[in-house]
């Protein structure tokens, strides 16, 4: 009977000191400045593979240490339940690889994308698809030109950084990552209207002649 009521006592202390650290944990506030210098990234996709890549010398030629690709690939490994990308332009493997773990991982991965940028060389869209990944695009005379992605739904990742190799080595780009639901709720919102609008129900290959 005391053993019982010391151990719910426990768990209620720590449930308590649990919800205390939760409160004082400060939100997400990042933000990214590309180009990204080289860096090997090798290791920490090995690592959130569960491959234990971190522990072995990585052959890579690239030295080792933090740069801005590995920060926004820590953000997006991050993911545990869900990721939502609407993306121009994708043809980053190493970006590509991470999104593909999420997905082995058991993370619900929806994709948006441009038609017109997918088909393009290089494009990761089409690794994504084999990959059993949802991806969906836009079926209009302009661009989808978004560039954004939301991690577990509270954690909005967006700029003017296109996911390619290009903007990541050569562009001067910016990439702002925040934890704030007044800000994540548009753009969730956002993502869902787009999703339903590019149903592939909806989708016209072919006009109908009368």
Known sequence: MRAGLALAALALALSLALAAWRRRRRPVREVLFFPSPPRCTEAL???????????????????????ALGRLLRRL????????LCLFAFSSPQLGHA??????????VRVVTDAQYMGLPGSQIGLLR??????????????????????????????????TTQAIQSNRENVL?????EYV????EEFERIWEEYNPVNYRFFTQRQ
């Open 45 to 67: 996709l090995a690592e959130a593979a569960g491959s234990g890549g971190a522990a072995r010398p990585c052959p890579c030629p690239l030295p080792r240490g933090d740069c």
């Open 77 to 84: 490994l991050s993911a545990r339940r869900s990721l939502e």
């Open 99 to 108: 999104v593909c773990l999420l997905h082995r991982r058991g993370v619900r």
């Open 130 to 163: 084999r990959a059993g990944i949802q991806v969906r695009h836009d079926q209009e005379s302009g661009y989808m030109h978004h560039k954004f992605a939301i991690v577990d739904r509270r954690l909005l990742i967006t700029g003017s950084l296109n996911w």
């Open 177 to 181: 990552v925040v934890e704030d639901a």
């Open 185 to 188: 709720k548009p753009f969730l």
